[in-house]
């Protein structure tokens, strides 16, 4: 495997690893760079290109391997061992995380929960006790923790996130709306419905301003 | 402008709209690349490459108009007048959504909701009624809605997508873990935590296999 693979082609491999998941499941075992493209909305090229990166998979005019490519997309993604998360800011967001049964299915366990509202601490939320963000720190030392989930108002993000990487957290799944800074050995991944919805109306505006009078579309 | 901008590009417009946004509200006139770049953490490069698609901004050496610039953001990604939503799916998730303020403050009004359970219909959430779901095809005819938002579990969600795509919609933001199938004239984006934790997994059980052992880093 090359040691530089694109950024692009990394976070598109969980969406393959998905699909195929999927397809080994209803008992599928070969399937052709055509059936994924269509199935993910891509090219077959793009989908041979991007598997090509990891050079062992499928042959051409013979199909992919399900089997083989899940697991090796599993190892590939470090799926064959778990890994476990905290979840800081226990508002309607950070309760629909912790009870969203996506992570468990997935190997993702919440190992602890965090607030900063008297009235919240000490509750359970999914079996779990929620604990003072204040001790989030010297908690982190011990628990062993994989990934922070922040899930507080944007003016309070970069505070828990300074926190989550002085206890040694190497990768943040930032719900809040605001761009985090890390040290650069830190992953940080967004999200933001909003910044979604943003660039469809990019396209959306296009569209309307195309329909009626072509020539104004720029 | 030219017509094709690359979506990587795309996306992160609606980055560089919050940030300016906030310089601007907290009352900074003009910007360099440099502090766009490390705000964001991409290199000074990168900002100049994607704003110049829009060939008017900043000029070498002097910096952007922040006013400008959130001005020219603001139009080009449409945000210069509203968009109206639908939400289908009240369970956990579709609450959140619906209670989220960060729509409503960046002009995303939620103009209905949507659930099939007798139990959750005709209750309020945020004011809002739910409506039955049987009502959504014959209801967007009406609305004037200009996106999806699907928040049902993935064994529904490619009925309801295809629900809005037959009523008109054109743009959906999808929060079911599945890979949508839509007519190339509808726009999609995924909102997928764990697609996003695999992605960082990647690198995670990257590093962690070349610290102790360089020499194993495939």
Redesign the interface.
């Given at each position: 495997?090359p040691?530089e693979i694109p950024e692009?082609v990394?976070?598109r491999?969980?969406?393959y690893?998905?699909?195929l998941s999927r397809m080994r499941a209803a008992g599928e075992t070969v399937v052709s760079s055509q059936e994924l493209g269509e199935?993910?909305?891509v090219t077959p090229a793009q989908i041979r290109k991007d598997l090509s990166y990891f050079g062992r998979f499928g042959k051409q005019g013979r199909g992919y391997s399900v089997e083989r490519l899940v697991e090796e997309l599993r190892a590939?993604?470090?799926?064959d061992h778990g890994?476990r998360?905290v979840v800081v800011g226990m508002g309607?967001?950070g309760?629909?995380?912790a009870?969203?049964q996506?992570?468990g299915a997935?190997g993702?366990t919440i190992a602890a929960l965090y607030d900063t509202d008297a009235d919240v601490i000490g509750e359970h939320v999914e079996g779990i006790e929620v604990r003072d963000v204040r001790h989030l720190e010297a908690d982190l030392r011990d628990l062993e923790v994989?990934?922070g989930v922040v899930a507080v108002p944007a003016e309070h993000a970069q505070a828990v996130i300074d926190s989550m990487v002085r206890a040694g957290i190497?990768?943040v799944?930032n719900y809040a709306?605001?761009?985090a800074?890390?040290p650069s050995?830190v992953?940080v991944?967004q999200?933001d419905?909003?910044?979604?919805?943003?660039?469809?109306?990019?396209?959306?505006?296009r569209?309307d301003a195309a329909a009626p009078q072509p020539s104004i579309?720029?």
């Open positions: 495997m040691l692009v990394i976070d491999l969980p969406v690893f998905r699909l199935a993910l909305g590939i993604l470090g799926l890994w998360l309607r967001l309760q629909a995380i009870s969203y996506g992570f997935q993702f994989d990934v190497r990768a799944l709306p605001m761009a800074q890390v050995d992953e991944r999200v419905p909003v910044l979604q919805l943003q660039s469809m109306t990019y396209h959306l505006t569209r579309a720029r």
